[in-house]
């Protein structure tokens, strides 16, 4: 049986695989943000050219599923990793902001 995943337990998992291979050199805000970027914009890639109606069935193809799920990871992995060295913690980030977004956008 394995351990639920929460954040705390990705976080340590990605800087313990960074230390062993020595990148925290690297590893600093600006290039992180560059990563980041990379791996976003890798993902819009993969819808770039598609209908809506094609991008809400994309998970439909299990090749194309893969390349979805594959760069999502990405863009979390580093965003994570950004958090970390930044000392931000992304879940009470999210929570400040809909709560800053609720208070600016109303339901009518």
């Known amino acids: 049986m ?6 705390a337990k990705l976080q340590r ?3 313990d ?4 291979r020595d990148w925290q050199p690297y590893h600093t805000p600006k290039n ?15 819808f770039q050219w598609l ?4 991008s ?8 194309t599923a893969h390349r979805v799920t594959d760069e999502i990871a990405d ?10 060295v930044l000392g931000v913690d992304p879940l009470a980030a999210l929570d400040a902001k809909i709560d ?3 208070r600016r956008f109303p339901a009518p």
């Not at 394995?2 to 954040?7: G, I, K, N, S």
């Not at 992180?32 to 993969?46: D, G, H, M, R």
């Not at 863009?75 to 970390?84: H, I, P």
Request: charged share 25%; glycine share 2%.
């Open 51 to 54: 209908t809506p109606e094609e």
């Open 75 to 84: 863009v979390l992995a580093y965003l994570l990793q950004l958090c970390e």
């Open 32 to 46: 992180l943000v560059a990563a980041l970027s990379v791996e976003a914009a890798e993902l819009v890639e993969i």
């Open 13 to 15: 998992r990605l800087a």
């Open 100 to 102: 800053r977004n609720e």
């Open 17 to 20: 695989f960074a230390a062993a």
């Open 2 to 7: 394995t351990e639920p995943l929460d954040v």
């Open 56 to 63: 809400t069935r994309v998970m439909d193809d299990p090749g």
